[in-house]
């Protein structure tokens, strides 16, 4: 499989997106700042605010079960998908280019 580019693949993809995708309702708003229930361990109270998502910073985390990290590793984790999956799918699902690394061997002639 060719080689994709992580850190390029992480920029176009807002955790706002992810979560709109899952159609995710959070408790409370403050800013870019969304708490509520986790949708990765499976809150069992609607009021749960467990989880912690800053859109600004593209971050989430949830306090109870640990889990953390990007958009990326927030679908990988939903979706339960390897990383190189996980961005391929997103990126079709948000209609991004896919960042295939294309200088993974600068000696091949183009
Ligand atoms: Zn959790």
């Given at each position: 499989?060719?080689?994709?580019?992580?850190r390029?693949?992480?920029?176009?993809?807002?955790?706002?997106e992810?979560?709109?995708?899952?159609?995710?309702q959070?408790?409370?708003?403050?800013?870019?700042?969304?708490?509520?229930?986790?949708?990765?361990?499976?809150?069992?109270?609607?009021s749960?605010?467990?989880?912690?998502?800053?859109l600004?910073?593209?971050?989430f985390?949830c306090f109870?079960?640990?889990?953390?990290?990007n958009?990326?590793?927030?679908?990988?984790?939903?979706r339960?998908?390897?990383?190189?999956?996980?961005?391929?799918?997103?990126?079709?699902?948000?209609?991004?280019?896919?960042?295939w690394?294309?200088?993974?061997?600068p000696?091949?002639?183009?």
């Amino acid at each position: 499989m060719p080689a994709l580019d992580y850190r390029r693949a992480r920029a176009p993809l807002r955790l706002a997106e992810v979560l709109g995708l899952i159609g995710y309702q959070p408790r409370s708003r403050q800013d870019e700042q969304w708490r509520g229930p986790c949708p990765l361990h499976g809150s069992r109270s609607a009021s749960s605010r467990s989880f912690a998502a800053h859109l600004g910073k593209n971050l989430f985390h949830c306090f109870r079960c640990g889990a953390g990290g990007n958009a990326l590793d927030l679908w990988a984790a939903l979706r339960r998908l390897p990383l190189y999956a996980a961005v391929l799918d997103l990126c079709q699902r948000l209609h991004q280019p896919v960042p295939w690394l294309d200088n993974a061997n600068p000696t091949s002639s183009r």
